[in-house]
């Protein structure tokens, strides 16, 4: 199917334990970006990238570590879960950074 | 600090009613995009403004880049239920695309 996917779309992990978001879009998009949703916060850049083996820091990248060896695919690595993580991880691609950006479902990460 | 800072953050009005969400910033974008949020879902795209004192419609809805390009307003015409939702404004600059915290809005039938 086209367009962007997540997954998983929930997990629970534990503090300390590390975890991986994956981001999978079909369009070619140059541009992907990892953003977490929290209450009052709005939607806060952890990391972008503007092409295959090209990533860099957002607002908020500590504790977070990215890759992107094909231009289709942005996993999201947390390195050693802690609480304060708990969010709603949100995916996003766009042609350009002006562009319109188009967002997957998101996923749920709840550390216990 | 966010670099868009958008106001009010909730707003609850009747069906029928005007309102106005305001997003300004101290930082110059190359375009402005305003996006929709339902519960459960990701942001969906409502607008993009580029020029300096560019306005946009869209139906009931109204979109205004400021002249110095730091600041949009989004402005909703007898607003009706459906137009409930979480109203975003996000700023590009950099090769970076940032969101503001968003606007609850709330249309009671």
């Known amino acids: 199917d086209a367009g962007i996917t997540q997954s998983p779309r929930y997990k629970i992990t534990e503090t300390g334990r590390q975890v991986t978001l994956m981001c999978h879009q079909t369009?070619?998009?140059?541009?992907m970006f990892w953003y977490r949703q929290d209450l009052g916060h709005g939607l806060r850049l952890i990391y972008y990238?503007?092409?295959?083996?090209?990533?860099d820091k957002g607002e908020v990248p500590d504790g977070y570590v990215v890759s992107r060896s094909k231009t289709e695919n942005f996993p999201l690595t947390l390195e050693s879960a802690t609480r304060s993580q708990t969010s709603v991880y949100f995916c996003?691609?766009?042609?350009?950074?002006?562009?319109?950006?188009?967002f997957g479902q998101g996923t749920r990460l709840t550390v216990v | 600090t966010q670099l868009l800072e958008q106001s009010p953050q909730f707003l609850s009005i009747q069906e029928g009613e005007n309102l106005t969400v305001y997003c300004n910033s101290s930082?110059?974008?190359?375009?402005l995009q305003w996006y929709r949020q339902e519960p459960g879902e990701g942001p969906v795209l409502l607008v993009t403004?580029?020029?300096?004192?560019e306005v946009k419609k869209l139906k009931r809805l109204t979109f205004q880049f400021g002249d110095a390009r730091k600041d949009s307003s989004l402005h909703i015409t007898a607003a009706q239920p459906g137009d409930t939702g979480l109203y975003l404004c996000?700023?590009?600059?950099?090769?970076?695309?940032?969101f503001g915290a968003g606007t609850t809005v709330t249309v009671r039938a």
């Open positions: 996003a691609s766009s042609e350009s950074a002006l562009t319109e950006a188009f």
């Open positions: 369009w070619s998009h140059s541009y």
């Open positions: 990238s503007a092409a295959a083996d090209i990533t």
């Open positions: 930082s110059v974008f190359s375009s």
């Open positions: 403004v580029v020029t300096g004192g």
């Open positions: 996000a700023g590009a600059r950099d090769y970076k695309l940032s």
